[in-house]
């Protein structure tokens, strides 16, 4: 069964240094989003892509965020200088519609560490 | 978003069937209701949805009520890779994002 994929599954970084998240969607989906979740927090929903740019995005989605899909197969998020409060998973999905009753596949997540 | 109401925790014995039970009495007329659950360590990871009607597939199955302000996700056979937290989901349809509360934590005991 086709899979969505995350690299790194572990990436540490120091405070204030740029850090690049990349996801390899389901290759015949559309949609494409990136969601955080804070050690024993909920799942908290970030940035939804869509035929290159953003359809919706979340007030965590600030200007140090940004996404992109440099080429056919990767979706990547980049945070532009890390602070202490970016420590989280970080979990990209993807769809293949936009209408409600698709679901949305995940990938098993990048742990950010930020020093 | 309309909001969800689940208990924070259940426990099951394994190859017992399993009752995960979601209010959301506020739910509009167009909202699908997903649920997903996320195991130790992983995605999130779709279950199943529906609208009106009730809905199986090879994971679970889903019980709407008939005014739909409820909902329960019936596991058959629980197993102990069944062990997750399980939200239950109001999704819109045109709406992007999917809102995460805090699920249940179901405990399945060998």
């Known amino acids: 069964e086709p899979e969505v994929t995350q690299t790194p599954s572990h990436q540490v970084t120091q405070m204030g240094q740029e850090v690049i998240l990349r996801c390899v969607p389901i290759?015949?989906?559309?949609?494409f989003y990136w969601y955080r979740q804070i050690l024993g927090q909920k799942v908290e929903f970030l940035v939804s892509?869509?035929?290159?740019?953003?359809?919706?995005k979340s007030e965590i989605f600030d200007d140090q965020f940004s996404v992109e899909r440099p080429d056919g197969s990767n979706f990547t998020l980049k945070i532009r200088s890390t602070k202490l409060e970016d420590s989280a998973m970080y979990f990209c999905?993807?769809?293949?519609?936009?209408?409600?009753?698709?679901?949305?596949?995940f990938g098993d997540g990048t742990r950010l560490s930020i020093l | 978003d309309a909001k969800t109401t689940q208990p924070n925790s259940m426990e099951s014995n394994e190859e017992e069937p399993v009752h995960l039970p979601c209010n959301h009495s506020?739910?509009?007329?167009?909202?699908?209701i997903h649920w997903y659950r996320q195991l130790p360590s992983q995605g999130p990871e779709y279950v199943i949805h529906?609208?009106?009607s009730n809905v199986n597939n090879r994971m679970a199955s889903l019980a709407i009520a008939e005014d739909r302000k409820s909902s329960t996700l019936i596991l058959h056979r629980a197993t102990l890779r069944d062990a997750a937290v399980y939200y239950c989901?109001?999704?819109?349809?045109?709406?992007?994002?999917?809102?995460f509360g805090e699920g249940t934590q179901l405990t399945v005991n060998p």
């Open positions: 999905a993807s769809k293949t519609q936009g209408t409600g009753n698709q679901p949305q596949h």
């Open positions: 290759s015949n989906h559309l949609y």
């Open positions: 892509f869509y035929n290159n740019e953003i359809s919706e």
């Open positions: 506020t739910i509009s007329g167009t909202d699908y």
């Open positions: 529906g609208l009106t």
């Open positions: 989901i109001l999704k819109e349809t045109s709406g992007s994002r999917l809102t």
